[in-house]
């Protein structure tokens, strides 16, 4: 695995070492040695996969409230997302900095997004399955999130949603 440091302070891109021969690949998709080892504390305790029918489909920005901060190691399974994570931890040195990368099923390209950053992402074609591996197990409440499109980030987005679930589109806006 090859981990790239990105604009967000212990945010990483992640790629796959690829073993190609006759039959296919081989790839590995996650190791805690291979994270242990490039200084990454990450113990993953859920996975989830959410499905996306269709393209221009946007979920997030999303986070947990302190103390539930939440780290996510991130990847697209099937289709293609542009993924993006924003800074929103007060003390952090990237504070309300956003990084966005395209995850597609064929790069194999994986974000470790660190607890404490926002994320979401937009779906780029229809049948785009996206998995997550969770920090922590799911707490019901303690969930909350940015709108995606909120003027203190400035995200830049590769196309505007035609879907997004009304509690991602009416969350206030941030205050700095």
């Known amino acids: 695995m090859k981990f790239t440091a990105t604009d967000i302070h212990n945010a990483y891109i992640v790629d796959v070492d690829s073993r190609v ?3 296919g690949s081989f790839n590995r998709v996650f190791c805690p040695d291979e994270f242990a080892a490039a200084h990454i504390a990450f113990a993953p305790t859920q996975v989830n996969l959410a499905q996306n029918p269709h393209a221009l489909t946007m979920r997030g920005m999303h986070f ?3 103390p539930y901060e939440e780290a996510k190691f991130v ?4 289709g293609s997302v542009y993924d993006v994570a924003i800074d929103i931890r007060r003390d952090s040195p ?5 990084i966005g990368v395209e995850l597609t099923a064929k790069n194999m390209r994986a974000l470790m997004v660190p607890a404490g950053c926002a994320h979401g992402y937009l779906t ?3 049948e785009s399955d996206f998995l997550y591996l969770m920090s922590r197990n799911f707490t019901p409440g303690v969930d909350s999130g940015l709108r995606y499109n909120d003027p203190a980030f ?6 505007a949603p035609l879907l997004v679930h009304p509690r991602d589109a009416n969350y206030p806006d941030f205050i700095v």
């Open 154 to 159: 400035g995200v830049i987005w590769p196309q």
């Open 94 to 98: 990237t504070y309300r900095r956003w």
């Open 64 to 66: 947990n409230r302190p």
């Open 75 to 78: 990847r697209c399974v099937r």
């Open 21 to 23: 021969d006759e039959r």
């Open 124 to 126: 780029l074609e229809p």
